[in-house]
């Protein structure tokens, strides 16, 4: 009742400042030398990378299962942010990160080494531990994820898996995308970057009355796909396609 004022109206709501969704894939990461991180150097076939990252079997290829994303952590050493990772944390430190809400794909901690504050991994991160028994998450400290590691809460070492989130595991993040398309509204500015929307479709994104060619829904891939999602394609690498759609995203952030 306190929220009355004294003509017993509700006070007019303060204006909302549009926010800004940002989903991420693979190509954002391709112009830092990023692959996929399934994509091995030739040593592990594509049964044995659905052997090591899999829920179901990696405790029997423990070792197998640590250095391959030893590996794979390796290879990212020399990677650096690029424009757009850098142009991402930009706005996040601009506008706050009430406002700008960074939720990735990738494993990668690019957009964090280029200044972001608060990224969503959907699919887990390189630089964290998982204890399977207690679900206690750790970050793994040094340059690589040391198998000896024990779990801080309850002291096992066996149940330790990577931060990674595996095939047939839960992804808790999931849950964020819900909360997305439940807070979406029509102001807000939805970019898709480097996804061909294989694992989340944007129908899992989106609200419903946002289906269509919505001008505040924007896609950044070089060979986009589901593009009847959306009102403005830029057919680019990450990078590019960033740069152009800075003047507009930044007009409609700002109220315009
Ligand atoms: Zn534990």
């Known amino acids: 009742m306190a929220d009355l004022d004294q003509s017993g109206q509700q006070p007019r709501q303060q204006e ?3 926010r800004l969704y940002v989903f991420s894939g693979a190509g954002l990461s391709a112009e830092s030398g990023i692959s996929t991180f399934r994509t091995g150097d030739g040593i592990w076939t594509h ?10 079997t990696w405790r029997r290829n423990r070792p197998a299962v640590f ?6 952590i390796a290879e990212c050493s020399d990677s650096r942010p690029n424009d757009a990772h850098r142009l991402l944390a930009q706005w996040q430190n601009t506008w706050g990160t009430e406002r700008v809400h960074l939720v990735t794909q990738n494993i990668d901690d690019m957009l964090e080494q280029a200044g972001a504050r608060q990224v969503t991994h959907l699919h887990g991160d390189m630089i964290s531990l998982l204890c399977t028994d207690c679900d206690y998450r750790f970050p793994s400290g040094g340059a690589g994820l040391d198998p000896g590691a024990a779990c801080p809460s309850c002291g096992q070492v066996e149940s330790v898996k990577p931060g990674v989130v595996f095939f047939n ?18 102001d807000d ?7 061909a929307f294989e ?42 396609g960033l740069r ?10 700002e109220g315009g």
């Open 16 to 18: 909302r400042l549009p």
């Open 169 to 186: 595991e839960a992804a808790p993040e999931y849950q964020t995308l819900w909360r997305i398309q439940q807070a979406m509204s029509d």
């Open 67 to 72: 250095s391959f994303y030893n590996q794979r």
């Open 199 to 240: 694992v989340i479709p944007p129908e899992r994104l989106l609200p419903p009355t946002r289906y269509g060619r919505y001008a505040r829904n924007m896609l950044v891939d070089p060979a986009p796909q589901r593009t009847e999602f959306f009102g403005v394609v830029e057919s680019e690498p990450a990078t590019i």
């Open 47 to 56: 049964a044995s990378i659905d052997e090591v990252c899999n829920y179901h």
């Open 244 to 253: 152009k759609l800075e003047p507009v995203v930044e007009q409609m952030m």
């Open 189 to 195: 500015l939805f970019i898709a970057i480097g996804t």
